[in-house]
């Protein structure tokens, strides 16, 4: 059975077998062959499927969630001596802020409230400040750095200028709204031409499309389309 047609029968079960495959078997053969390298910088980790698919290749792999539910899982489930959980809302300041949760399964929550979606719970978590997060973990370098926060991705971005103009981060890769489609956010914006601002003289864009990119791949959106993920490298 090809493993594509697994999925089309049971995404659940696909999902267990790909976790198994790349925690106990590449895992495996990159620590046997001293293969993992750098520090990988996973923010917005939801229930951990696609940190599944990249965790096994650094030394070190942060991990932010807001929902300490799921971080709960994620703990239990990447149990590895290469990664570390945290269970934090990643914000403009340090404090407190409210995770807005608005589908049972968690796949939809952020700190930002969406127009016309009803929240079916609010979580009081503890926010910090990338910047001040990574300042108290000590590090200073970033191989992989990835964005999925419902929103939040150039807010939380724009801390880490420092790292930025200094090319302290060799691959940036994160979610956005595309150019000129409606902010589904109240209160954040997250569109495109923020992070060509924000990256353009130090970074490159170097593939785009949703979820796993390849390099040198620029898929068009369909005009349904609300979202993309952009991958950029330094320069």
């Given at each position: ?109 952020t700190l930002s409230k969406l ?121």
């Amino acid at each position: 059975m090809r493993i594509n047609y697994l999925y089309r029968l049971s995404p659940k079960l696909y999902t267990k077998v790909m976790y198994i495959v790349f925690a106990y078997g590449f895992r495996f053969i990159y620590i046997l062959f001293n293969l993992q390298k750098g520090t990988l910088i996973y923010i917005g980790v939801n229930h951990g499927d696609s940190l599944t698919r990249i965790f096994y290749k650094f030394k070190r792999c942060i991990c932010v969630e807001a929902n300490p539910n799921l971080c709960k899982k994620l703990s239990k489930l990447f149990n590895f001596n290469n990664v570390e959980v945290y269970n934090y809302i990643l914000g403009p300041k340090n404090g407190y802020g409210f995770l807005n949760i608005y589908k049972l399964d968690s796949t939809n929550s952020t700190l930002s409230k969406l127009y016309n979606q009803q929240i079916i719970q609010k979580i009081k978590v503890k926010m910090i400040r990338l910047d001040n997060l990574l300042n108290n973990l000590k590090i200073k370098y970033i191989n992989f750095y990835m964005s999925d926060l419902e929103g939040l991705d150039y807010e939380i971005l724009k801390t880490l200028k420092s790292f930025i103009d200094n090319k302290r981060i060799n691959y940036i890769q994160h979610e956005c709204i595309i150019n000129k489609k409606s902010n589904p956010y109240v209160k954040f914006s997250n569109y495109e031409h923020l992070f060509n601002s924000l990256l353009s003289k130090k970074y490159k864009q170097i593939a785009s499309g949703r979820d796993k990119l390849h390099v040198g791949k620029f898929v068009s959106m369909s005009k349904k389309s609300t979202y993309k993920d952009i991958l950029w490298k330094s320069i």
